[in-house]
């Protein structure tokens, strides 16, 4: 059963607020689906945003992060979902704080697939926490990238199932998660160096090094893409992953990212054909 249309439209607005990638998408997707991948896309995002807080002390973070794990793996309610953010409400924002809400957001026969990927996540950023974020190796990056963006590969791959029974490759789909993570990678280089000690780049790697690994992964998200039969499902795959290709290729020209023209003539492309 659907949510009342005023929730619906107050996620929306959330997604709106949170992503420029993945709006657009979603906001296309059948009904159903929607409250699915937009409960998917905005638990994670709130993690994401306790991991990623750059005031919210290192014991804090893995404290939120594992609790909300541990939480998730249980039956709950969403005020339990939220209550050990209450301490930090001052600096965490409104989509962390509403986790609970948007944890409800998907439909109840979908539910467990979501809790279960995003409680693995939560964990492995805690992890990432602890390790203070010290990418050494391609080994590294790999196991960085699966628990940030790989898991969301798996995630929407449950949804697919969920939906209309669609069957992709788990492998290429953690190489879709991983493709989009590592141009955000090279897209937030100089933003990441400034925040101190933080470098998701190997020990050694230049950025020729990090455009290979970013093209390897995008080469999977394309083949994964390809695979795709279910036209909805096929639809939502293309823009970020156009996108991506596009932010690439920007940078690779010296630009700084995709500017907003440009964003909007792949996005109408996309949609016109």
Known sequence: MSKPMEYNRDAMDMLRATSRTFFIPISRLPADLKEAVTSAYLCMRAIDEIEDHPQLPSEAKVTLLRSISETLQKPFTADELVAPLKPYQSLLPEVTLRMGEWAQLAPESVQPEVYSRTAVMAEGMAGWVIKGWQVRTEEDLDDYTFYVAGLVGLLL???????????????????????????????????????????????????????????????????????????????????????????????????TKLSRVAVKKLVQKIIGE
């Not at 492998?171 to 937030?188: E, M, P, S």
């Open 157 to 255: 791959n449950d949804l697919w199932k969920w939906y209309d029974g669609t069957e992709a490759d788990e492998d290429l789909a953690v190489g879709y998660g991983r493709g989009l993570q590592a141009v955000n990678i090279i897209r937030n280089r100089e933003e990441d160096l400034s925040r101190g000690d933080v470098d998701f780049y190997p020990d050694g790697w230049q950025a020729e090094d990090m455009f290979q690994y970013a093209r390897r992964n995008l080469a999977m998200a394309d083949a994964y893409t390809d695979s795709i039969q279910s036209k909805p499902v096929l639809d939502f795959c293309k823009i970020p992953l156009t996108l991506a290709h596009g932010t690439l290729r920007a940078i690779e020209a010296g630009e």
